[in-house]
């Protein structure tokens, strides 16, 4: 309680409930919306549609494997990024980039492996 107070006391819970917000605003869209703007875009363009997986990844890690069908691939993602933020504060967030970087490359990766196996 002593901690929430002096942070308080400098005005950074008000930016913390902020920052959550929005976070949680962005997981939320994309999260709903990611996998139909995939399948969407899928239709009229098959050759794009790795590179869409791996900016839906881009934008929350996990989300572009979602699209593509590999959920629990998607749930390990979307686990791990917190963690690995968390991890993150106290490392430059270089342990959070990497993530984010590999999410995408992986929804690629994936995306590609899926499409010659057919």
Same mark, same amino acid.
């Given at each position: 309680?002593?901690?929430?107070?002096?942070? &308080?006391?400098?005005?950074?819970? @008000?930016?913390?409930?902020?920052?959550?917000?929005? /976070? +949680?605003?962005?997981?939320?869209?994309?999260?709903? +919306? #990611?996998?139909?703007?995939?399948?969407?875009?899928?239709? /009229? @363009? $098959?050759?794009?549609?790795?590179?869409?997986?791996?900016? &839906?990844?881009?934008?929350?890690?996990?989300?572009?494997?979602?699209?593509? #069908?590999? %959920?629990?691939? #998607?749930?390990?993602?979307?686990?791990?990024?917190?963690?690995?933020?968390?991890?993150?504060?106290?490392?430059? %967030? *270089?342990?959070?980039? *990497? &993530?984010?970087? %590999?999410?995408?490359? @992986?929804?690629?990766?994936?995306? @590609?492996? /899926?499409? /010659? $196996?057919?």
């Amino acid at each position: 309680m002593v901690l929430f107070h002096k942070l &308080l006391a400098l005005g950074l819970v @008000d930016s913390f409930i902020a920052i959550v917000s929005i /976070t +949680s605003m962005w997981f939320g869209v994309l999260l709903v +919306s #990611g996998p139909l703007i995939y399948k969407q875009c899928t239709v /009229t @363009d $098959k050759k794009r549609a790795p590179w869409i997986a791996a900016l &839906l990844s881009l934008g929350v890690p996990g989300v572009g494997q979602i699209a593509i #069908g590999k %959920y629990k691939r #998607g749930a390990v993602f979307l686990l791990l990024a917190p963690l690995i933020w968390l991890i993150g504060l106290y490392m430059y %967030y *270089i342990p959070t980039l *990497i &993530l984010w970087l %590999y999410a995408a490359y @992986d929804a690629k990766k994936q995306m @590609d492996f /899926t499409r /010659t $196996k057919k």
